[in-house]
């Protein structure tokens, strides 16, 4: 299994390769040179496995010869072990058709744990083969960091390097992130937004010497291995409603797309998938694309979904490229139109492609709210802010031939603030994080520039090694 660029003018690697390089070094991003397909009878054989076991083998199509599957279902057990459920993503049924599958039982409350811990695992196997050390600067939006920062803290091969937007997560998402006291982990509260945050990390695995230096990687949806790695659980909801035979659709709240594009290459990889629905807050840049053909840059506004307050979703280049025919050249010109424009210049018979499979719902704060309120009187249910949207998405655009799945991605106990404005309910946070307000925090608040991560992350690595 090859590896290329969406700008089409970086090296074709292997998956450990492009597992420790994340960002390619003409500023695309990495996909399959040919995407694995299953027949019906090869999804059929998958039905039943245990989710760890079946995540070794989705995730085995995709490393090829560098990483055997025998090693991957060790690697997945490991990773899944300390989940409180033991589906590790149970399904559960709302109304009539649709359904919620919970991606947040892992250490973090959240979804991005779903690959964050075997990700953990895969960077410890390749580095301990290598003999090697890198260090991984990401942004988070709120929940990836935590995440990231869970799944790596105290290995000694890694050193961890975390931005987050000052003052624009949930309260329960900063201290998660900040009240982690290891050598190897550093996090930096940046006076920006979240875009601004992704922005100095392309910065940083731009300055082509620096990233040679520090031994850059990334854990942010950047890294392909972090959407092979969530595309398990995609397969695992459609094998249990009976897929290969019936088709399904999946309703996923999101911002930087990465989550909804692992539903797209479960698709591409022959899963009966009939319609991907978009949710969004907002910050609506992917719904008015969606539904009008308009990806203008706008200002990002501060919701009760934070992790979805985000303007440049960097994953839509995947899905782009591939909507282009695999046109490097012109995919890089659209993407480097949009970055100095604002606007990015989609051509239409493009974005009629992607309506075709996608469709796109926006919710305001107040509209969250009711959703939330919603669920709560008349399905008994309690969905965070970011998987209330997702649910509205999924029951505005279900369909009576096949079930609608929502993905629910995060607890509610993280946004405790919006669920008692909703509900009048404070959900208690789990026993392991209990004590989680009276932890001391270790952070530093830099300026939203380059200079200032590329000192932070050498400061870092000085004081790892």
């Given amino acids: 299994m090859r590896y290329i660029s969406t700008r089409g003018e970086a090296p074709v690697l292997s998956f450990s390769d492009v597992l420790l390089t994340g960002l390619a070094e003409d500023g695309g991003l990495y996909l399959p040179q040919t995407w694995p397909s299953l027949s019906p009878e090869e999804w059929h054989a998958l039905r039943g496995l245990p989710y760890p076991e079946l995540a070794a083998r989705i995730l085995s199509l995709f490393t090829g010869d560098d990483i055997d599957e025998a090693t991957l279902r060790q690697l997945c057990a490991k990773a899944y072990a300390g989940f409180d459920h033991p589906a590790v993503v149970p399904v559960v049924q709302l109304e009539n058709g649709l359904f919620v599958q919970e991606l947040f039982h892992g250490p973090t409350l959240a979804f991005k744990d779903m690959a964050m811990q075997i990700l953990g695992h895969l960077f410890e196997h390749v580095l301990s083969e290598r003999d090697s050390h890198v260090t991984i600067v990401g942004a988070t939006?709120?929940?990836?960091?935590?995440?990231?920062?869970?799944?790596?803290?105290?290995?000694?091969?890694?050193?961890?390097?975390?931005?987050?937007?000052?003052?624009?997560?949930?309260?329960?998402?900063?201290?998660?992130?900040?009240?982690?006291?290891?050598?190897?982990?550093t996090n930096l509260a940046v006076e920006g937004t979240f875009d601004d945050c992704q922005d100095l990390v392309k910065a940083c695995f731009a300055d082509l010497t620096f990233r040679k230096d520090m031994h850059l990687s990334a854990v942010n949806s950047i890294n392909w291995a972090r959407i092979a790695a969530q595309i398990p659980y995609y397969v695992y909801a459609a094998l249990n409603f009976g897929a290969p035979g019936q088709d399904v659709s999946f309703a996923v709240p999101t911002g930087n797309f990465g989550n909804i594009l692992a539903a797209w290459a479960a698709r591409k990889m022959g899963l009966p998938v009939s319609r991907l629905c978009v949710g969004s807050n907002?910050?609506?840049?992917?719904?008015?694309?969606?539904?009008?053909?308009?990806?203008?840059?706008?200002?990002?506004?501060?919701?009760?979904s934070p992790s979805m307050d985000i303007q440049v979703s960097s994953n839509f280049e995947r899905l782009l490229f591939e909507l282009l025919d695999r046109d490097a050249a012109a995919c890089a010109r659209i993407m480097t139109?949009?970055?100095?424009?604002?606007?990015?210049?989609?051509?239409?018979?493009?974005?009629?492609?992607?309506?075709?499979?996608?469709?796109?719902l926006a919710l305001d704060?107040?509209?969250?709210?009711?959703?939330?309120?919603?669920?709560?009187?008349?399905?008994?249910?309690?969905?965070?802010?970011?998987?209330?949207?997702?649910?509205?998405?999924?029951?505005?655009?279900?369909?009576?031939n096949s079930p609608m799945i929502a993905v629910a991605t995060a607890h509610p106990a993280k946004f405790p603030d919006a669920m008692v404005a909703a509900t009048g309910i404070h959900p208690a946070l789990p026993e392991h994080l209990a004590d989680l307000f009276s932890r001391k925090e270790y952070y530093e608040t830099i300026p939203a520039t380059a200079d200032a991560v590329k000192n932070a992350v050498r400061t870092a690595v000085a004081n790892t090694h």
């Fill in 337 to 360: 139109s949009f970055r100095s424009s604002g606007h990015m210049d989609v051509p239409e018979q493009t974005w009629e492609k992607a309506r075709t499979l996608f469709s796109g």
């Fill in 282 to 304: 907002r910050n609506d840049i992917l719904t008015r694309f969606l539904n009008k053909n308009d990806m203008t840059m706008k200002d990002v506004v501060p919701s009760l």
């Fill in 141 to 185: 939006s709120g929940d990836t960091g935590s995440a990231a920062i869970e799944a790596c803290r105290g290995r000694k091969r890694l050193s961890v390097i975390i931005l987050h937007p000052k003052g624009r997560t949930s309260e329960v998402q900063r201290r998660q992130m900040t009240t982690v006291h290891e050598a190897n982990v």
């Fill in 365 to 400: 704060d107040a509209q969250t709210e009711a959703e939330i309120r919603h669920l709560h009187q008349n399905s008994h249910y309690m969905a965070d802010p970011h998987s209330a949207i997702g649910i509205a998405a999924g029951r505005k655009f279900r369909d009576k």
